[in-house]
T-cell receptor
Framework: NAGVTQTPKFQVLKTGQSMTLQCAQD?????MSWYRQDPGMGLRLIHY???????DQGEVPNGYNVSRSTTEDFPLRLLSAAPSQTSVYFC??????????FGSGTRLTVV | QQPVQSPQAVILREGEDAVINCSSS?????VHWYRQKHGEAPVFLMI?????EQKGHEKISASFNEKKQQSSLYLTASQLSYSGTYFC???????????FGKGTTLSVSS
């Protein structure tokens, strides 16, 4: 079992560029979420999904889009990168009343 | 709304005990606890559902007071490996994502 796989691990973008952060899980989990982590701010919820075809906004959704066409994949799209989106991004999945398994994270820098 | 964790930081010697608290202004369905080491992803410790049961292992356990919307994480006889940042995550109902607190940094020295 690979668990939750995030790619890329590191990325540098220029302001205004777009990109997609990939997240895949092989545990057949229904629930998947995207978080960003900034110093002193904890983990802030961007978007989440409770199953294929169903997504919802979290605490800080502006500037990000998601889709969930399959159970396994939950990509996060940055539409037009801004320096304020410099952060560490974590994808996580859960099978219900169990804990979340986190991916190893993507460290994104926007210059 | 983000749950509030206290204290922000704890410094311990090996063998000492610590309590980390998590409180919410909203009615809660579940509380999760995670530990994150520097440069790594958060790792799940335990989940508590409505009912106020205390769960966990001998040295790391947690309680959930449903009436007060509060949870506490108890670390007993701390070890060096307990160092890290502890996060509580809360869900107001089944099927919703977790909202995390800002974390409590625990440092254990020998």
């Amino acid at each position: 079992n690979a668990g939750v796989t995030q790619t890329p691990k590191f990325q540098v973008l220029k302001t205004g560029q777009s990109m997609t952060l990939q997240c895949a899980q092989d545990m057949n989990h229904e629930y998947m979420s995207w978080y960003r982590q900034d110093p002193g701010m904890g983990l802030r919820l961007i978007h989440y999904s409770v199953g294929a075809g169903i997504t919802d906004q979290g605490e800080v959704p502006n500037g990000y889009n998601v889709s969930r066409s399959t159970t396994e994949d939950f990509p996060l799209r940055l539409l037009s990168a801004a320096p304020s989106q410099t952060s560490v991004y974590f994808c996580a999945s859960s099978g219900g009343s169990r804990g979340y398994t986190f991916g190893s994270g993507t460290r994104l820098t926007v210059v | 709304q983000q749950p509030v964790q206290s204290p922000q930081a704890v410094i311990l010697r090996e063998g000492e005990d610590a309590v980390i608290n998590c409180s919410s202004s909203k009615a809660l369905y579940s509380v999760h606890w995670y530990r994150q080491k520097h440069g790594e992803a958060p790792v799940f410790l335990m989940i508590l559902l409505k009912g106020g049961e205390q769960k966990g292992h001998e040295k790391i356990s947690a309680s959930f007071n449903e009436k007060k919307q509060q949870s506490s994480l108890y670390l007993t006889a701390s070890q060096l490996s307990y160092s890290g940042t502890y996060f509580c995550g809360t869900a107001s109902q089944a099927g919703t994502a977790l909202i995390f607190g800002k974390g409590t940094t625990l440092s254990v020295s020998s």
